[in-house]
Each structure stands twice: as C-alpha cells, then as structure tokens.
C-alpha cells in the first residue's frame, strides 16, 4: 500500500505516536546517571492498595524481632499458590519447567492453585522479624508503612495501620503501654548507631528511632522477583533508626493521616500538598511562567500509578514537580521537564468519569498523562501547547528544505477525526493505525485500563494446521448464516457484524431472556460484563504487567485456570462464557510490541490448572510456528479484504451508531447502565458515596468509548461522505469546543501572577543570577559562548531530550565539522605517565584548548586525523548502554539503554559505497588540499528493529551465525539475559542469570566446551560480586540455545562488578577480568580441564573509584586496559603465574568506555564529559609519551557523557575508523 501525505506532512507518520512499542515500559533516568552507582528502586506505589499515595521516605536502618509466642499465637505464612515455571526462560520451548521448582512446588501447594497455609519450617525461613541493622528507606503512605531494604534478596515489608497494634512513636517519649517495656529491652539489646554528620551526632539516640509493632506485615519482590505477596500473621516489633534525621517529621506526618477515614484522606493530605514551584528546576533563566501552579496528578509510566504534584508551563517547557517528598518548606522535589518544541499532538483524556486529562505526545518515548483538578486547568495548559511544530529532522542534507511548519493535532478535536476518516477511505493508512486513531480519538489510552484501546477479534480459526485467509474457503458460509448486513459467517474470520456477546445464538437466547425478567427493575441490559475492563486487559498482559495484576488482585495473580494461557482456550470462552464478552487489544495485531505478552520472559510463577498444565507462554494456535508468526498473521488477517469490507459494522458498534440507545438494542449490543456514564451524568449525582460508587463501578467494569459518529460509518473509496452529518456532536465526547477560558496561545501570566510566582523562588534566581555573571566575566574568551547560566538542575529529570540541532553553529554541522586533532583541534596539556611504582596519583590534568601547529609525537608522521560526523539521531529516552557496529552483509548499528530498549538501525544502501561500508568517520585524510566533506554526503540511519524490555537494559554483546545471521545478547536489571535475532526480529532465547542486575556480557567462541555440543561459551557479570559462565550453541538461521544453568561460577570478589571481559588462549584456557567498586579488580584463569585459578586480586581501597570499563588486547603480548572513574587508565600484563601492573595514564576525566585495536595500538576511550579521546599505547602496555588526541563535545553542544563505544577499521584505508558512540541522553553518533 502506497503512503501519501496530506499537505506538508504524511498522516501515518502523526499516528505513530500511538503504537503500542512507544508505550512499552519506560523508565527515566536523570541525565548522567551512574548505572553502577545506583541501583534500581524496587519501591512504586503499585506495591501499596489501589489508590494509596506515597508520601515521603528517609533513609534509615531496620531491626526487627518476634514477639514471644505468650503474647501470640504463631503465625502462619500465607502464600498463594505459584505453581511452576521455567526459570531459566528458554523461549523455544514453550512447556518447559524447573524441576527444582517442580520438587518445592509438590511439596508445598494443591494442584489446582488453591491457598495453602504454609509449614512452621517455611515461616522461619521468613528473615523479616529477624533484621539487625539493615539499611534501606522507610516510606510513609497514606494507608501503610514500607520498608525497602538495600539489599536486594531482602524482600520489601509493607505494614498497613490497620494492623498495627502499637502505631510508631519515637523510643524517647512516653505514653506506650506495655508495648514500651519491650521496645525498650529490644533497643538496649542494640548497638548504637553512629553517623558522621553533625546534624545527626548533635541528636540524642532516642530521637533518631521509632519503634512499631503490628500483628500482620507483607512481603513482597523477594530477591527483586516479582511474585505474589507473602502475608505473615505474627507480632512482631520493628525499629527503625533514622540516618540523616530526626523522626520529628515523621511522627508529625505520621499523626496527621493516622486513623483518618478513607473518604476523608484526600482532604487531609492536599494541603500539604500544596507546596510552590522549587525555581531551581527551571532549565533557563530566561524562561517566562504562563500559568500558576496547577494541582495535577502524573498518570504513570506505567498504568495504575499515580504521583500527586503540580504542573507549571513555560514559554519553552512543562515541568511536573511531584508532591512526595517535599512537605518541607525548604526543599521540593526534582521536577520532570518536556520541551515545548518536542510536542507533536495531544488529546483530551478522562480521569476517572472527570473530563479533566490530558495526555500529551512527543517526538520520542512515550507519551504523558496528566490529570489535572478540574476542566479548566486543563484546558489552560492546551491552550499553551505548540499548534504548529518545526520539521527537525535528525540531519539537515544540503537541499532539503528545513523549518518546515507541521500543525499540531488534538486527536479529540472533529478536525483530527475528519483527517483520519478521509485517510482510511483513501487507502492512506491502515486498518491498524486507523483503529489506533479512533481509540485515541474516543478518549481511550495505553496509560489507562479503564480506558483501554479495544481492537476486534478478527479470526474464528484457532484449530487448523494451516491457516488461508485467501483461500474461497475462508469465506464460505457457516450453516448457511449470514450477519445482519449480509456478511458471511466464515470459517476463518469472526462476524464482525456482531458484537461478541451475539456470537454464539443460544448464549445470546439466555441474555435475552435475562432482559426480560429485568423489565420490572428497570435499566435492564443484556451484559452484566463489559469488552474492555482493567481485569480484562491485564488478562492479556499479566506476562507485561504482573505487577498491576497483584496491585488490583491483593497481592496475588488470579486462578491458573483463568490466566491467559491458550489463544483457542481464551476464543473458545468467548463463545460459550456467559461471564466472557471481552473484546482484543492492540498488541495482538504488532510484531513489534506484541511478542512480550505471549511469552513468560520474566519466568513468573503463574501457577498450575486443576488440569496439571504450568501456565508458562502461551500456547498459541497450530498454525502459527512462533509468537511472531502468530502476530503477522492476525496482522495479515485485519489488513485482509474481509476485515476492509466488515470492519465499518464493528466500528459502527464500537464507537457509532450501534453503540447506544435504540440502535444498541436492536444489533444486540446493550450493556450495562453504569458503562455509558459520562461527566454530566457525574455531576447529576447528589451525594459523594454515589459518585464513588458509580466511578468505581465504570471504571472497574468498563466504559464504553465516546460517540464518534452519528451515521453509519462509510465503506472503503466510499467518495460520497458528508462530515457534518458523519462525525457525531461534542456531546459526550472529551471534547470542548466553547470555553469560558479566553485564554490565548503563548499568553503570559498577568503581570501580578507572575510577580508572586517570581517573588517566591527570587533568592534562588539571584544566586544563578550571580553565577551567571561570573560567568560572563571569564577572560577565556574561546570558551565563552559554550558556557550557559542557568540553575543547578541536577534534580531535573529531561523527558525525550532532543534540544539539540545539527545546524551551521552546531559542533555536529555535517558541511563543515572537519576537526583537525593535531591541527587546528583540541587536545589535552601533557599527562602524567608514570609506572605503579609511584602509589600516590598526581592531580588530574585540565582540558585547554592547544596550539594549532602542536603536533603529537605518535602520529607526528600522520598529516592529520580528521574526525567528519556521519549521522547523529536521538534513539533513546534513556542513558545508552551498549552499542555495536556490524560492517559485514549489512551496515548494523545496535544499541541498548536504560529505557528499556534495544534497536537496530540501518544506513541507506544509497549512502554507502560498493563494498558495502561505512564512509569513513575518523580517517587519515587522502584528500590532501581538499574539505574531505566534499568526497561523501552525509548519511542519515534508519530504524530497522526495536525491541523493549520492561527493566533497564545495561550491557550487549553480538555474535552471529554461519549463515551471516546476527544475535544480540542483552543483560538487565531485572536479572534476565535475552537473545535477540537482528534479523528475524524476535527474542530467541533467555535465561534468569544472576540474583541482581546483570552489569557485563562477553561471548567468545572456542573449541572446548564442557558439555561437548556448544559453539560459545558466555560470561555474565553482576552487581551480586559473581561472574558465571555459561554453554550457548548457536546454529544457522538465528538459533539460540543457552544452558539452564551455569557450568562454572567465579565468586571470589567482594563488591559489586561493573564489568567484564574475557580472553581465551589456546590451549590454555579463558583469562577473565571483572572490575567493581572502589577500584577492585579481579582476574581468573578457567583452564581447558575445569579448573580455575585466582590470578589477581586488587582489593578496595579507600579514595578509589570504581572500575567501570576493561578490554583485553593480545598482538605481542597479552596486556588488560582498565579505566577508571577518576579518569585513570591502567595497563597490566599477564603472565601464567599472574597478572603485573605495567603503567598508568591520567586522563583528566572519568573514563566510561573503551575500545582497543591492537592491529594499530590504539585505544579509544569516551569520557564523562562528552569527549572522546585516542591513546597510544606500546606492544607491551606502556603508554607513549604524547599526550591523548582529543575530540570534545562529540555527541551534541551541551556534552553528554559518553557511555558506550564501538570501533571498527575501514576496510581499505590503513588508519581509518569507522566510530559509534552513545550518551546519557540517549543520543547516538556516527
């Protein structure tokens, strides 16, 4: 199908925004983030009931013990049943389990999955009541008390006020009955804790700790597994001694919300809430305030969470301060920004039955929602929003015409809903993208349950072998029937004529005879169940959400015999379920986004049928060889010519004129009353409890999508179409045409709005005020125009970060970036080269700019390096992890980050040369006299594959196959290793790996294995201190199969690992280096028999930062490269009775990465601050005596650090480097 555009943009590209791979779980993270500093947060408000708010934490360290068994009887451990699962998450095989989980699971649970009361022996192995000074934070929620542990095989313990027997109160003060005597005798049994601040030390003992007892607390995401809550019904008494405070403010906190009803809570808590807008989150100085703090609430990133804040807009941003954590007069919360510019639609959304949403779409990453406190406030922020946007393509080719105006849709607005009608019946988009639209555009939301997107079940055929929708047999009536309109009932597709209720005549027969009997109550329906509700579409993506599940079923996933385990099983009581009318979601229609839902990737412990079958993947129909097969072909079938032809009869039920009143009656397709409710009928209702209930009613049995049309909708090339008529009135839909808000676009505050909001926070702008004008005072001229003032924003958490354009005053102008390193380029003063004989480091060297003719002593044969940017693009929401360059067949770029995401992206074949290559980037120029520009036009890279973990992604490794296939493998923080098919596009195997995030990956092939089959053997380090290695056989066509278990383990470091490398030598055996925290080092030998020695061992010390990167080079001798991140490089050479320090380079900044040509004995290192610099090294591992070339600013004017780098050698030039780098905005260079 040929895409056109419509005026000056492409309709399809606008609709983009609203595929469910940009919605994937998508995690921010504040710009320079130091993934091996900072460990996940396990704590989100998903852990606490539904509708409980967090509220603030502190950092404290926990004790806890049992209460003696006089004072209670003993506890039991209630667990719901988890069944069985593969926990090594093979992806081919779809059936497989742990036997070890097996043998636990016999022993402990019923087959069918019932709740189980759990052994005395089991509730000892329970460490919750017996902690001695563990460390972690203690979050305050509106219901409960949350202890996080540090340490991550500790589980998280909630303990509701409800359960408490003696609420919280500092040790020192009196009032506790007989409670107190034991918390007395339990703090004197306890070591004083010291700290060494002065505000802490000034602050007695018993001011720094409260105690609580409870007879119920919760445990949950042991070990950081997502898995149902463990509920234990004990006394027990916890203590908690606060780090860097007094409990002052918790115990004042603490008794202001205590015993307050839950309909009053919010009225408690909003005031406090009332906090102004911390000026130092600004980006900018000269950032103007459009409008006052507005209360509002952040509707995730993932469903059902929630954050209360406010919402203030500028004249170039929005900015969200969350309210958690600042009910102190002295301090806010970091706020998160998204630049006005980045906007490219945005729609009308509901809260609740409330028309007081808005969700907002951007140039990358997901989108925002924002639930503001009423309708007004909503619509004064949409009125500020951009109405045109700027073509800013990634980069500007000589030609193309730039700044090109492209309007801004509200997906709400009848203009959106016009354009997209007239573009399905043009043939311009697809049936998918047309559907994504019109759920946009009836209110519905990826962010929302209760408002999901709702897609039709297209095929009827789950059975067969082989599946033609071709074929005149799939079109073939069904005893003869026919829909209403005249379609037929096919043996392959479903009637979309009908809703799915009416699908099976004799279930429909009961429904309507239920009618009957209801005419005498009044508001009779024919379904008491809607087709799409929250429970509804977490039964679809229970594997991608499990932990919205547990937060809306008390801490447990539902029955193995109801989970979502069989695409026949679930079609099937569809049909024959009186209870089961729901109708399909978007994921079931895209490849891209849809395989995570049919596989159990995370290894949950789903559990097991009454039928002994383990609820693992789901089994899909037999004509579909694998979940990505099963998902091009539904795809296949909603792009057919019967889905085109029928599909206007399902919309006309879903959101025209069969949707409601006598129509509705008449095609069988009424529901419950409370499923039409909308904000005026909310308004209507007198009392509070009957406003909660009619909400909690809609919005946990579903609502029904506003009113698109008022007409039947019309066929595909149907030419005749009256708008006017067609497209329903506002009536109903999240739409306001006429508002009492005159409120211009782009219209300031008033002069004393603006005046009070400025007073607030003007200590602080005078502050940066006056850094700015230090700032402009410098005397180094060349550095003036890149520095910018503006406040410390270091809280400020950058959403979609792509501020920076390739222009004619950009560092990355592909026309003129022609940068001489030893010409007229920068580099470093002299560095310090020295040998380990000197323990004590000089001070790290400043970067100044050199003189032009200064030339390095190791390329002074050289004329000059000239580094030519290629292409830059903003790929990531998040800090890039790995990248990898692939110059064989194809031109590969592969990068995974911190969001989530893995991606693969192409160079045009038209911008590459014959030999199928990349153009150079770093090269020795053989254009002597001439612009090297000149010889190549600059390439622009395309997306290619994508893929989205729901954790943090933060190592890669590629390998491929005999057949020119390519595999990524990609460690994350959520413990799993995937491998993924560049070329195929789908997971193809993984494996639960280590007990905590996985932090470095190595794949090498040798030719012993210990099991005698495999073609690699992988090394997975972790920040559990642990390195194992694991069997990997990969085999033509993109084959993985990695081992359930390791065969070897290298346990001996202390701190955690940050990363690893590994070196096989034959016949000798596997050199593995692992670097962790404060500098520690280790090195092992893996012998060809099994065995294993301790080469090296280089302990913490005090001072040291951490080793964050390690390559090993072989040419003459076998030399380890190991950066550091006080910006130390250090060489060791190994020899078979262990490892020797050789040298030692300072380089001046935190090195992050680092690639090594041994061919050239050359490393690359990229830095901390956005540099990338080139060192010369000896072939025994000393460092040449010139100082480092050096390439500032490379990924973008503001300098990003560099996180990631990959290096490959131009085929047919002696010193030229092709060059891939990542960055902590997410931003990638070539």
């Given at each position: 199908m040929t895409t056109t555009t419509t005026g000056s943009y492409n309709i399809k590209d606008i609709i983009q925004v609203l595929h469910p791979i940009r919605y994937a779980t998508?995690?921010?993270?504040?710009?320079?983030?130091?993934?091996?500093?900072?460990?996940?947060?396990?704590?989100?408000?998903?852990?606490?009931?539904?509708?409980?708010?967090?509220?603030?934490?502190?950092?404290?360290?926990?004790?806890?013990?049992?209460?003696?068994?006089?004072?209670?009887?003993?506890?039991?451990?209630?667990?719901?049943?988890?069944?069985?699962?593969?926990?090594?998450?093979?992806?081919?095989?779809?059936?497989?389990?742990?036997?070890?989980?097996?043998?636990?699971?016999?022993?402990?649970?019923?087959?069918?999955?019932?709740?189980?009361?759990?052994?005395?022996?089991?509730?000892?192995?329970?460490?919750?009541?017996?902690?001695?000074?563990?460390?972690?934070?203690l979050y305050l929620c509106s219901k409960s008390i949350v202890f996080e542990p540090e340490d991550m095989s500790r589980g998280i313990i909630r303990v509701p006020f409800e359960k408490m027997t003696v609420p919280p109160s500092s040790t020192g003060s009196a009032g506790l009955d007989d409670a107190s005597s034991s918390s007395s005798s339990f703090l004197k049994n306890e070591d004083s804790i010291t700290t060494t601040t002065t505000a802490t030390t000034a602050t007695s003992h018993s001011e720094r700790c409260i105690t609580l007892e409870t007879k119920r607390y919760i445990v949950m995401k042991k070990n950081n597994k997502i898995a149902p809550y463990e509920t234990y019904d004990k006394l027990s008494l916890f203590k908690f001694t606060f780090q860097h405070s007094s409990t002052q403010s918790f115990v004042q906190l603490f008794e202001k919300i205590y015993n307050v009803p839950t309909g009053q809570l919010q009225n408690v808590i909003e005031p406090m809430c009332d906090q102004p807008f911390d000026a130092s989150n600004f980006r900018h100085l000269n950032e103007t305030p459009m409008t006052v703090n507005l209360r509002a609430f952040l509707l995730g990133p993932f469903p059902l969470v929630k954050k209360a804040g406010c919402v203030i807009v500028t004249d170039q941003r929005l900015y969200f301060q969350p309210f958690s954590g600042v009910y102190s007069e002295m301090m806010a919360s970091r706020a998160l920004s998204w630049c006005l510019e980045d906007v490219v639609s945005f729609a009308r959304r509901y809260h609740g039955l409330k028309d007081e949403a808005l969700e907002i779409f951007f140039n990358l990453g997901p989108s925002v929602l924002l639930a503001f406190e009423g309708c007004r406030n909503r619509e004064e922020v949409l009125r500020l929003l951009p109405s045109v946007r700027r073509n800013n393509d990634d980069v500007v080719v000589e030609g193309e015409e730039e700044g090109m105006s492209i309007p801004v849709f509200c997906h709400t607005d009848r203009s959106f809903l016009s354009l997209v009608v007239d573009a399905w019946i043009n043939g311009q988009i697809d049936n998918f993208d047309y559907l994504l639209a019109l759920n946009s555009a009836a209110g519905r939301s990826l962010f929302d349950l209760s408002r999901y997107p709702v897609f039709p079940w297209v095929l009827s055929d789950y059975e067969s072998a082989k599946l033609d929708i071709s074929s005149t047999n799939a079109f073939e009536t069904m005893a003869g029937k026919q829909g209403k309109d005249g379609s037929l009932m096919t043996k392959v597709f479903r009637d979309l004529t009908k809703p799915i209720g009416a699908l099976n005549e004799e279930r429909l027969e009961s429904f309507k005879a239920r009618w009957n009997n209801m005419q005498d109550m009044g508001d009779a329906f024919l379904y008491g169940t809607h087709y799409s509700a929250p429970g509804y579409c977490l039964y679809y993506l229970v594997r991608t959400m499990p932990e919205q599940m547990l937060c809306l079923q008390n801490g447990k996933y539902d029955a193995p015999d109801r989970l979502f385990h069989s695409i026949e099983q679930c079609y099937s009581s569809l049909l024959i379920n009186p209870a089961d009318i729901k109708e399909s979601i978007p994921q079931f229609y895209d490849p891209k986004s849809g395989v995570d839902i049919l596989l159990n990737l995370r290894g949950l412990q789903l559990g097991v049928t009454q039928n002994g079958i383990v609820i693992d993947d789901v089994k899909l129909p037999n004509w579909a060889k694998s979940p990505k097969d099963f998902l091009k072909k539904n795809r296949k079938a909603l792009e057919s010519d019967y889905c085109a032809k029928y599909l206007p009869s399902w919309i006309d039920l879903i959101f025209g004129v069969k949707a409601r009143g006598e129509m509705a009656f008449n095609y069988d397709n009424l529901f419950h009353p409370n499923s039409y409710l909308c904000p005026k009928d909310l308004d209507q209702m007198v009392t509070d409890t009957e406003k909660m209930q009619a909400e909690l009613h809609a919005t946990e049995f579903g609502i029904c999508p506003d009113v698109l049309f008022s007409d039947f909708h019309p066929r595909k090339n149907d030419r005749r179409i009256d708008h006017s008529a067609l497209i329903a009135p506002d009536d109903g839909r999240s739409f306001i045409q006429n508002s009492d808000l005159n409120v211009d676009k782009r219209k300031s505050l008033s002069s004393v709005e603006a005046s009070q909001l400025l007073k607030s926070i003007q200590p602080k702008l005078n502050v940066a005020a006056r850094n700015e004008n230090v700032m402009q005072e410098s005397p180094d001229d060349d550095n003036k125009d890149n520095k910018t003032a503006m406040p410390n924003n270091s809280d400020i958490i950058e959403i979609n970060p792509n501020d920076f354009s390739i222009g004619n005053d950009s560092a990355l102008d592909t026309s003129t970036s022609n940068i001489l390193l030893s010409g007229s380029g920068v580099s470093t003063k002299r560095t310090d080269t020295k040998t380990y004989d000197d323990e004590n480091d000089s001070p790290l060297p400043s970067i100044t700019p050199s003189k032009s003719d200064e030339v390095n002593n190791r390329f002074e044969k050289v004329d000059g390096w000239t580094f030519k940017a290629i292409a830059c693009k903003q790929i990531h929401g998040g800090e890039v992890s790995g990248c990898h360059l692939l110059n064989g067949e194809c031109a590969y770029i592969t990068t995974t980050s911190l969001d989530g995401g893995l991606m693969v992206h192409t160079l045009p074949t038209s911008g590459i040369n014959e030999r199928r290559t990349f153009s150079s980037t770093a090269v020795k120029s053989r254009y002597q006299g001439r612009n090297p520009s000149e010889t190549s036009m600059p390439l622009q890279f395309h997306t290619f594959r994508s893929h989205q973990s729901s954790d943090p992604l933060s190592c890669l490794a590629i390998i491929n196959d005999e057949n020119r296939g390519y595999i990524a493998f990609a460690g994350g923080h959520d413990d799993v290793i995937l491998a993924y098919g560049i070329k195929s596009a789908c997971g193809l195997a993984s494996v639960f790996s280590h007990r905590d995030a996985v932090s470095g990956l190595v794949l090498i092939e040798v030719p012993f294995v210990s099991d005698g089959e495999s073609t690699h053997i992988m090394l997975s380090s972790s920040w559990d201190a642990t390195v194992k290695l694991w069997n990997v056989t990969v085999s033509d066509g993109e084959t993985v199969r990695i081992a359930k278990e390791p065969f070897a383990e290298l346990y001996e470091a202390e701190t955690p690992i940050h990363c690893v490398d590994a070196l096989y030598i034959p016949e000798v055996g596997i050199i593995v280096a692992a670097g962790g925290a404060g500098g520690s080092l280790m090195v092992w030998l893996w012998n060809v028999d099994g065995g294993k020695t301790v080469l090296f061992q280089q302990d913490t010390r005090p001072g040291h930062e951490s080793c964050c990167c390690l390559k090993w080079s072989n040419n003459a001798e076998i030399i380890l490269y190991a950066g550091y991140q006080d910006g130390r490089i250090s060489s060791f050479s190994f020899k078979y009775d262990g490892m020797y320090p050789v040298g030692k380079l300072n380089l001046g900044f935190p090195a992050n990465c680092l690639e090594i040509l041994p061919s050239c004995q050359l490393i690359f290192t990229g830095c901390a601050d956005g540099s990338l610099r080139i060192v010369a090294t000896t072939s025994n591992g000393h460092f040449d005596d010139g100082q480092p070339l050096v390439w500032n600013s490379v990924n973008g004017p503001s300098s990003p650090g560099i996180t990631s780098l990959s290096v490959i050698p131009e085929k047919d030039q002696e010193m030229g480097f092709t060059l891939a780098t990542g960055a902590t905005d997410g931003s990638f260079f070539l």
């Open positions: 998508f995690h921010n993270n504040s710009h320079g983030t130091d993934i091996h500093k900072k460990k996940p947060q396990r704590f989100s408000t998903l852990l606490l009931e539904h509708g409980e708010q967090e509220l603030q934490d502190w950092s404290v360290i926990a004790s806890s013990r049992k209460r003696s068994s006089s004072s209670s009887s003993r506890g039991t451990k209630q667990r719901r049943e988890d069944g069985a699962t593969n926990v090594s998450l093979s992806l081919s095989s779809r059936n497989s389990s742990s036997s070890r989980w097996r043998e636990d699971s016999e022993k402990s649970i019923n087959k069918g999955g019932s709740y189980v009361k759990m052994t005395t022996n089991a509730q000892e192995r329970d460490q919750s009541d017996k902690m001695k000074r563990i460390k972690g934070r």
